[in-house]
């Protein structure tokens, strides 16, 4: 399966999100996976499979436990294939850095003014019963 295939789902790129942080139990994942997605356990268990046998994941024994962490030689050539179009937005983000520094600039600059009141709301004083 491509490397953007693999990508493409939703899914398989929130599992890569939740290893980013290190390795995880494949019940930690599902559970996560169930939760916000609202699929099967099975369902999760054939995204770990495309994972694993895509080469973005590996998996480890711990017990009874199947812990699953992320490998980097797929996306490096993801980030490898992207990298040819960098160039296209690269210039733009500067761009925009610019603008937001000549901003934050322009508002630093700027004299503070006063902070108006809020009008008080007026209220009758209450009459005593007779």
């Known amino acids: 399966m491509h490397a953007f295939d693999v990508l ?6 929130r599992i890569l999100e939740l290893l ?3 390795e995880q139990p494949s019940g930690r994942l599902a559970e996560a996976i169930r939760a916000e997605f609202g699929i ?4 999760v268990s054939q995204h770990l499979k495309v994972l694993r046998e895509s080469g973005f994941t590996s998996v480890r024994a711990d017990g009874a436990r199947r812990l699953y962490a992320v490998q980097p030689g797929p996306l490096e050539e993801v980030d490898a294939w ?3 179009f960098r160039g296209f ?3 733009r983000l500067d761009a925009l ?3 937001l520094a000549r901003g ?7 004299p503070e003014r006063p902070k108006t009141q809020q009008p008080t709301r007026r209220t009758r004083p209450r009459r005593s019963a007779p």
């Open 8 to 13: 493409g789902d939703p899914v398989r790129r």
């Open 20 to 22: 980013a942080d290190g």
């Open 40 to 43: 099967s356990q099975p369902a």
């Open 82 to 84: 992207v990298a040819q």
């Open 89 to 91: 937005w690269a210039q």
């Open 97 to 99: 850095g610019t603008e």
């Open 104 to 110: 934050r600039r322009e508002r630093s600059d700027r």
